[in-house]
């Protein structure tokens, strides 16, 4: 039974619609109104549950204006279930502004669960998830997104990330360039028919992407950060980069490849070789 006033946040489908909740139904029934972040495909659902609730929209660019306007409704006594396209609102969807209101405003809020991309694709990827760090899309702007990487590449448990088709290749990347030779899985289109779990070195992963560029957004899950006990020193990083730039290497190729061998993050190779002159 519904109360009056109250905010229903509720999970969707990440994929199958069979993977919704009977209660989350019966509450999408019921409510006076529900706030989709799509309502155009938000529809598709409602109208394969044969559900007439009235829609609004509420997404990124509206948020902060329409949730003033439903905690307006709310306080005169309608129910609103709150919606994202997939999964559960206010993780990497709108949301939480919504959420955050309410509870200014002592309104009632309830949650009611639903599927969940990172945690379906985290136990899909086989890693380790006694403890995890989910992380979302990283930031678009690439300074911003080095550096966000640079911090996360100490992470001592596994990652979760998330990132659309058009930019898994060159994440993918980014993750090969700050984290070395890591083993990750990319998992994609959860809980469809093509559902599908990529898992190997980083490196094998960039490739295997490059050749068949991915399609429908992806969750990247990638193995914790174990310190290695380490073999040799600065002294002999140094040596190693340079005997690889007289073979024929590029600076990159040469930090990369004793990085590998001496189990260290390309970032402490290179720190050394901040102390070496002698290297251009």
Known sequence: MLVKGTLYVCGTPIGNLGDITLRVLDTLRNVDLIAAED???????????????????YHEHNEKKKSLELVE??????????????????????????IRLCLEETIPVDVLPGP??????LVLSGMPSESFTFYGF?????????????H???????????????RLVSTLQGLDEHFGEREAAVVRELTKVHQ???????????????????R????????????????????EWRNEVNQ?????????????????????RKSEVYQALLEDSNIN
Do not use: W
């Open 116 to 121: 969940n991309a990172a945690l379906t694709a």
């Open 152 to 166: 996360l590449s100490n992470c001592q448990e596994t990652l979760i990330l998330y990132e659309a088709p058009h």
């Open 216 to 235: 429908g957004e992806c969750c990247i899950v990638i193995a914790p950060y174990v310190p290695k006990k380490l073999v040799g020193g600065p002294n």
């Open 39 to 57: 309502t155009r495909h938000s529809r598709k659902l409602l109208q394969h549950y044969e559900i007439t609730t009235h829609l609004t929209s």
């Open 73 to 98: 409704r709310l306080k005169a006594g309608q129910t609103i279930a709150l919606i994202s396209d997939a999964g559960l609102p206010g993780i990497s969807d709108p949301g939480s502004e919504l």
């Open 196 to 214: 599908q779990v990529h898992k190997d070195n980083l490196s094998e992963l960039i490739k295997e992407f490059e050749k068949t560029p991915p």
């Open 138 to 150: 990283l930031p678009a702007a690439s300074g911003e997104r080095k550096r966000r990487l640079e």
């Open 244 to 264: 690889g730039i007289q073979r024929g290497l590029t600076k990159k190729e040469a930090m990369k490849d004793v990085a590998k061998r001496y189990g260290v």
